[in-house]
């Protein structure tokens, strides 16, 4: 696909649907036997040691950012997940995930498809994690807001803390995701995947975790979540500003 036409047909698309085409392959996964978490080997390995070029990557984002918007700030309806700050093998591993069928997304898909080239791939993690994390996500809005989150903050430094850190922050060289400036939808979404075994590209041990969460505990954890701020990796003051 050209890259302005890719462009246009993302824009066209970020309203709602799934472009028809070629159907993303489907692997087993977290309930599969044999399935071992994060297998480093293919296109992944050749991305991860590759140092990305974050100026040669903004060119490759702009298809990304019909959807993902330019900021890297997505959409606090949480359909499309906030991006800016992510950790580049954070990026690279979803982004090999999304394309061999360990993670459902048949709305990037047909993008993710057309990004083969690892130094390419590698570019674009690099220009991504560059990018200020905006402020201005999508919260949980609900009038018990403040007894949700502290519910949340309980059960999260209990059990989530030592993977994705005390502010969201996440692991860099343990793959585990930045999650400080995601929007709240995307969040409960992704944790009620998780638990229930559709993200089939989830880490078991986290799995394992939030396997006997009510969909209420789920609720309050993600609205703690989305109050987390990872210190000097914010945005200042509008969105999508570099640091
Ligand atoms: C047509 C819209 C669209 C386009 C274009 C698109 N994405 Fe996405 N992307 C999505 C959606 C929708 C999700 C969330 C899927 C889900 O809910 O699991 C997503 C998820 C992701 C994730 C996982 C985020 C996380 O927190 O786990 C990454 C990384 C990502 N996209 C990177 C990219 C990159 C890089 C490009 C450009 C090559 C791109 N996307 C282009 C729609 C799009
Ligand atoms: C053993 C480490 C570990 C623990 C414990 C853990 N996680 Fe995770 N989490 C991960 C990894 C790794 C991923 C990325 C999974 C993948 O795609 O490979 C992830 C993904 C996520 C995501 C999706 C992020 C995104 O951008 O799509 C959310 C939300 C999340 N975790 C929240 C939590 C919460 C809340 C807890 C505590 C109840 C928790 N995690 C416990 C390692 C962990």
């Keep these: 696909m050209k890259k302005s036409l890719a462009i246009a047909i993302a824009l066209a698309l970020a309203p709602t649907i799934a472009l028809a085409g070629a159907p993303a392959p489907k692997k087993e996964g977290i309930e599969g036997k044999g399935y071992v978490w994060n297998a480093q080997e293919g296109e992944k390995i050749e991305a991860l040691h590759k140092k990305g070029d974050a100026k040669a990557g903004q060119e490759a984002y702009e298809v990304c950012g019909a959807c993902h918007l330019p900021s890297g700030a997505g959409r606090p309806d949480g359909t499309f997940p906030q991006l800016a700050g992510q950790h580049t093998t954070v990026v690279i591993k979803q982004m090999a995930d999304i ?10 898909y047909p993008f993710a498809q057309t990004l083969t080239d690892a130094q390419e791939l590698a570019d674009v993690a690099s220009y991504i994690e560059k990018l200020c994390i905006p402020t201005d996500h999508g919260k949980y809005e609900g009038a018990d807001a403040a007894l949700q989150v502290s519910k949340g ?17 996440g692991n860099k060289e343990k793959f585990f995701p930045v999650i400080a400036g995601q929007h709240y939808k995307y969040l409960l979404r992704q944790m009620t995947e998780i638990r229930d075994g ?10 394992k975790v939030i396997k006997p969460y009510t969909n209420d505990q789920l609720v309050a954890i993600s609205a703690y979540q ?5 210190p000097g990796s914010m945005c200042k003051e509008s969105k999508g500003k570099k640091k």
Aim: proline share 5%.
């Design 99 to 108: 394309r061999a069928g360990l993670r459902d997304n048949p709305t990037m």
């Design 153 to 169: 903050k309980e059960l999260y430094e209990k059990q989530c803390l030592e993977c994705h850190g005390k502010n969201g922050e």
């Design 198 to 207: 559709h993200r089939r590209n989830a880490n078991p041990d986290m799995v």
């Design 226 to 230: 989305s109050s987390l701020k990872m």
